[in-house]
């Protein structure tokens, strides 16, 4: 396929969405083509999409009731397929991973997942991107067109909202999914409004807290601290004891605070590199062996039911 010089992005979301159009800006500043959003929902959702920078925008109407958000693939496919752009950027969400996998095996080419980093070697773009569910960073260079990648929320900073923009909206005509898949119910699950990514400091309980009612201390610790409180995956995903927009990690968010603290946090892979860019990274665990401990600035070896109550009447006296 010869490409032209823009840069697609998709996401469900529209705080990543922001943060994508942010990407697609930076590989456009590179290839000198336009930073060109698609969105799937109401008019106004395309016009909040030009306020957050996108310099066009491919409006696809509102997903009718019933229909998944993987039905924009074929749309997709034969946008890109007439349009050649060099590249499609995803968020990398559930949904977002199977739009990504799905469009690049109808265009026949490789989807690089949860990208971290693009660089330019010469005009050959190299997308640093996590492998290995997380535990390996491996640099690619793709060489099929159009390059398709996922991005995770928190790895790009999305731009401040233009007051006037000058994008256009225009849209493409919608192509009917082969397949019958349709949502048949819908439950809904408490949703927290948490943005850990633009968070300052995070107290991130792990596994070594022993009991539900327990995190009622690390959250005085977080309130100490005017910190988000965030967690592992096992806390929210096995225990259900916190929202899943809580959780640090590959599958989760990716933070950037200038302060995180792990209490009772083993530091496996999965989980670091959600945190790794932290700027100081404080451990409080009973095994000093944990890898987390080695990653971090500053470790307090201890049982943390009895550094954290230490912790917070150190903090209160101050503030005394
Ligand atoms: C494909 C895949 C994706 C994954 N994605 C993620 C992800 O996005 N995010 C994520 O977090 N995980 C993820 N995981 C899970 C990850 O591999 C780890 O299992 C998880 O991060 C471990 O959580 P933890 O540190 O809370 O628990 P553990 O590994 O069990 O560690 C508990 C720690 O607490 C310490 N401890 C115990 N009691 C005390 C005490 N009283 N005082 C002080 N310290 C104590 C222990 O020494 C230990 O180091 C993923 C796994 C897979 C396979």
């Given amino acids: 396929m010869t490409e032209n010089k823009d840069v697609w992005v998709y996401s469900e979301k529209p705080a990543l969405q922001a943060e994508l159009i942010a990407c697609a800006r930076q590989l456009t500043s590179h290839t000198g083509g336009q930073a060109i959003a698609v969105v799937l929902g109401p008019r106004s959702l395309a016009e909040q999409t030009l306020r957050q920078g996108a310099q066009r925008v491919i409006w696809l109407g509102e997903l009718a009731s019933g229909r998944l958000v993987e039905d924009l693939v074929p749309t997709l496919a034969a946008g890109v397929q007439a349009k050649t752009p060099f590249g499609l950027i995803i968020g990398a969400t559930i949904r977002g991973r199977a739009v990504a996998g799905r469009l690049a095996a109808r265009l026949g080419v490789a989807a690089l997942a949860d990208v971290l980093e693009f660089q330019w070697d010469g005009p050959a773009l190299l997308a640093r991107h996590m492998v290995f569910g997380g535990g390996a960073v491996r640099i690619d260079r793709p060489l099929a067109s159009p390059v398709i990648a996922t991005v995770g929320q928190g790895i790009f900073e999305a731009s401040a909202l233009q007051a006037?923009?000058?994008?256009?909206?225009?849209?493409?005509?919608?192509?009917?999914?082969?397949?019958?898949?349709?949502?048949?119910?819908?439950?809904?699950?408490?949703?927290?409004?948490?943005?850990?990514?633009?968070?300052?400091?995070?107290?991130?309980?792990?596994?070594?807290?022993?009991?539900?009612?327990?995190?009622?201390?690390i959250e005085e610790l977080a309130q100490a601290l005017s910190?988000?409180?965030a967690c592992t995956r096992p806390l929210a995903e096995g225990l259900g004891w916190l929202p899943r927009e809580r959780y640090i990690g590959i599958s989760g968010a990716m933070v950037k605070p200038d302060l995180y603290i792990g209490v009772g946090v083993s530091g496996q892979a999965q989980h670091t590199i959600g945190m790794s860019e932290s700027r100081v990274v404080v451990a409080i665990n009973k095994d000093r062996h944990a890898p987390l401990v080695s990653q971090s600035d500053y470790a307090v070896e201890g049982d943390l039911y009895q550094v954290v109550p230490a912790l917070i009447r150190a903090l209160k006296a101050r503030k005394a």
Avoid at 169 to 196: D, G, K, Y
Avoid at 199 to 213: L, T
Wanted: hydrophobic share 40%.
């Fill in 227 to 229: 910190a988000e409180m």
């Fill in 164 to 217: 006037q923009p000058n994008g256009e909206i225009e849209t493409l005509p919608w192509v009917e999914p082969p397949w019958q898949a349709a949502v048949i119910e819908r439950r809904s699950r408490a949703v927290s409004s948490v943005n850990l990514s633009a968070a300052k400091r995070v107290v991130c309980p792990g596994r070594g807290v022993a009991r539900q009612e327990d995190l009622s201390m």
